[in-house]
C-alpha cells in the first residue's frame, strides 16, 4: 500500500473561474473511467477552484478531505494516470554537494480535466524541471 507524506503533491491544471467546476463533456461521458476515479479528478479541480493561489497540496491533506481512505484513492489516482488524466513523476532530489539522495517514494501527480497529450507530458516534464530544479526525475508514469 502507498503512503502519503508531505513529499506526495497533487497539480491540477485548471483554467476555469472560482465559483463553480467544470469538466469537459468527453471527459465527464468517458465511460473507461470509473465514477469513483472522476470524483477524485473532481475534487482535485474543485479544491483547487477554490484555493487559487494555491497549484498544488499535500496528498496526505487531500486524503482527509475524502470518505475512502488513503488505499481507495490511491486506486482510483493509479487509474486517472493509466488513463490519462493523471502523470506520477518520481523524483530524487540533488544535495548541495551534487550527489543524489535516493529515496524511493517521493512522487508529485498532475492532474488534468482532459487526457494528457505526449505534448502535454513533455511540456509538464519540462515544467516539473524548470519548477524544481533540485530535482532529479527517475520514471514517469503516464499512458
Not at 493523471?86 to 498532475?110: C, H
Request: contains cysteine.
Amino acid at each position: 500500500m502507498e503512503k502519503f507524506d508531505d513529499e506526495t503533491y497533487i497539480v491540477v491544471e485548471n483554467n476555469h473561474a472560482k465559483s463553480h467546476t467544470m469538466l469537459p463533456v468527453h471527459t465527464l461521458l468517458d465511460k473507461n473511467l470509473s465514477l469513483n476515479a472522476l470524483g477524485i479528478l473532481l475534487r482535485c479541480v474543485t479544491y483547487l477552484e477554490q484555493f487559487p493561489d494555491r497549484q498544488d497540496f499535500c496528498m496526505k491533506h487531500f486524503v482527509s478531505l475524502c470518505k475512502e481512505g488513503s488505499k481507495s484513492v490511491t486506486k482510483y489516482i493509479n487509474e486517472l494516470v493509466e488513463k490519462g488524466y493523471a502523470l506520477k513523476i518520481y523524483y530524487n532530489t540533488v544535495r548541495p554537494d551534487g550527489s543524489i539522495f535516493e529515496w524511493k517514494g517521493m512522487v508529485q501527480y498532475y492532474f488534468s480535466e482532459t487526457k494528457f497529450t505526449k505534448k502535454r507530458i513533455r511540456q509538464t516534464v519540462k515544467f516539473f524541471e524548470q519548477e524544481n530544479e533540485d530535482k532529479v526525475i527517475v520514471e514517469i508514469k503516464s499512458i
